[in-house]
């Protein structure tokens, strides 16, 4: 695969389409099983707030997923993104309620760097915080 974006036809702003994720109770346990951490900060309330949480909480690595999504989809091709850091600012907080917690992610090209590449930077939300900080990919497109 290659990217489907071209990289003449990006500016430094253009906006990639927004997504918004939903995070049940079901897939924490569904992602702790496909990533074999069974942390019961992530599955078990009363564990969560004994240690000082105020409820379950989604796995880190799975909302820097998440969020990642908006540039691979956007991309057209995984491969595209050739560095991708955040860091984790507030937890996303996952009550047991049937609705469980919504991520929303935006993002929008920073800069265009040289051999085709452009720096995305993302902005993920949950429940009105901001939930990554200093999320940025950089993307090699076509």
Same mark, same amino acid.
């Given at each position: 695969?290659?990217?489907?974006?071209?990289?003449? #036809?990006? #500016?430094?702003?253009? #906006?990639?389409?927004?997504?918004?994720?939903?995070?049940?109770?079901?897939?924490?346990?569904?992602?702790?099983?496909a990533?074999?951490?069974?942390?019961?900060?992530?599955?078990?309330?009363?564990?969560?707030?004994?240690?000082?949480?105020?409820?379950?909480?989604?796995?880190?690595?799975?909302?820097?997923?998440?969020?990642?999504?908006?540039?691979?989809?956007?991309?057209?091709?995984?491969?595209?993104?050739?560095?991708?850091?955040?860091?984790?600012?507030?937890?996303?907080?996952?009550?047991?309620?049937?609705?469980?917690?919504?991520?929303?992610?935006?993002?929008?090209v920073?800069?265009?760097?040289?051999?085709?590449?452009?720096?995305?930077?993302?902005?993920?939300?949950?429940?009105?915080?901001?939930?990554?900080?200093?999320?940025?990919?950089?993307?090699?497109l076509?």
């Amino acid at each position: 695969m290659a990217a489907a974006v071209a990289y003449d #036809e990006v #500016e430094v702003g253009t #906006e990639l389409p927004a997504q918004s994720f939903p995070v049940t109770r079901a897939t924490l346990v569904r992602y702790a099983g496909a990533s074999g951490d069974f942390n019961p900060i992530h599955w078990n309330e009363k564990f969560a707030r004994e240690v000082g949480l105020p409820d379950v909480i989604a796995h880190g690595m799975f909302t820097m997923a998440s969020a990642a999504r908006v540039v691979t989809d956007w991309a057209g091709d995984p491969a595209a993104v050739v560095e991708y850091g955040v860091r984790f600012t507030k937890p996303v907080v996952v009550p047991n309620d049937g609705t469980g917690a919504l991520i929303e992610v935006t993002a929008k090209v920073a800069a265009k760097l040289d051999d085709n590449r452009v720096r995305v930077d993302l902005t993920a939300m949950s429940a009105g915080q901001k939930v990554l900080g200093m999320a940025r990919a950089v993307v090699r497109l076509a």
